[in-house]
């Protein structure tokens, strides 16, 4: 960890882009109404991609397709729920709290359902959740009709999406909260360990008596509850939700997941390197539209950053100075 390649990276990266933004664009990219759009832009497709990461660090091919499909089902059956009981102008709080809670509340019964597939059924996890993708979308399309379901913009959800607390959005304070929140569980709690344990190598870890079924529900329990929360977010941000928001979200969350250097086999990953790496990503597509090109164009640079983070993941740019160093002779012991 203390030569973590992703990271040194990502922050170069985070550097070079907002430099080169500033430069190219007068100053203006890095006016602070420009900061503040950006950064709004992170969470939801960040929290997908922790979600991605979390699912990825169980090994055994662990991998969770099913994350935007379920904060979109999330959004509209937590907004038809909560329409039903309330007005969203004359009841903004009530509304609010019953919408956020019917969203995590959904998100996670989603999340576990992918767990009980993968860890009580033992199906790939690939296919479990491309199953559930396609049932979490038909089960928005029919409470839908197809239809997108207009929440509103009520004051409390409206700052949710869109606020500002001391000149940073809401959305993304909460974003940063989790992650921190997140990376701790991960790195000092029991359930951490045993995680990134049970993926480094599933054999030892059930000889060792580790409960893998356990740890792999909780994991995806965690990665339902975030896509939740995601679906807060995008309907704050967009007022309306639908079954087909955010179609090219999955590829993208993986991406950000690889960026990030979680290991596709299991055992390693980084919270901090996922945050970082949505980031990179959110500079350079609003770099890319800053310049005027076009979005082929940037995913040709997301395919070249794949391409990147593959090699250093590949070669280890960074510590093969150290395997390669000549080790030093030590003399033999004389009489």
């Given amino acids: 960890m203390k030569r973590d390649a992703n990271l040194l990276v990502l922050c170069a990266l985070i ?7 500033g430069a190219v664009s007068g100053g203006t990219y890095l006016s602070m109404f420009n900061l503040q759009s950006m950064a709004t832009q992170v969470p939801e497709i960040g929290l997908l991609a922790i979600g991605v990461m979390l699912a990825m660090c169980a090994g055994n091919g ?20 909560a329409l039903s009981l309330f007005d969203a102008y004359q009841s903004p709080m009530l ?18 359902l992918n767990g009980i597939i993968i860890s009580r059924f033992g199906i790939t996890p690939i296919l479990g ?30 700052a949710l999406g869109n606020g500002l ?43 060792s008596g580790f ?37 090219s979200y999955l590829l993208v969350a993986i991406l950000i997941a690889v960026m990030a250097g979680v290991r596709p086999e299991g055992g390693y990953g980084r919270v901090v390197n996922v945050v970082l790496s949505a980031i990179v990503l959110q500079l350079l597509s609003s770099l890319l539209n800053f310049i005027g090109l076009s979005n082929f164009v940037r995913d040709l640079a997301w395919g070249a950053l794949l391409l990147c983070f593959l090699a250093v993941a590949r070669f280890d740019l960074i510590n093969q100075v150290m395997v390669f160093r000549p080790s030093r002779r030590i003399p033999h012991a004389t009489k």
């Fill in 165 to 207: 607390i001391f000149g940073v959005p809401t959305s993304f304070l909460i974003f940063i909260l989790i992650g921190i929140v997140l990376g701790l569980i991960l790195r000092f709690t029991p359930y951490g360990l045993r995680l990134m344990l049970t993926g480094a190598n599933p054999k030892a870890a059930i000889y």
């Fill in 211 to 247: 409960p893998s079924g356990r740890i792999i529900m909780t994991t995806y329990a965690i990665s339902g509850l975030l896509a939740g929360i995601a679906g807060i977010i995008i309907a704050a941000r967009n007022v309306n939700v639908k079954w087909d928001y955010g179609t």
């Fill in 95 to 112: 509304f609010t709290v019953t919408f956020a809670v019917g969203c995590m509340v959904v998100g996670l019964m989603g999340g576990i």
């Fill in 62 to 81: 662990g991998i969770d397709l099913s994350g935007i499909a379920n904060a979109n089902m999330s959004g509209v059956a937590s907004g038809i729920f």
């Fill in 15 to 21: 550097v070079v882009l907002l430099s080169l933004g």
């Fill in 129 to 158: 959740t491309l199953g559930t993708q396609m049932l979490f979308t038909g089960l928005a399309v029919v409470l839908s009709d197809g239809r997108s379901v207009t929440i509103g913009a009520p004051d409390p959800l409206y």
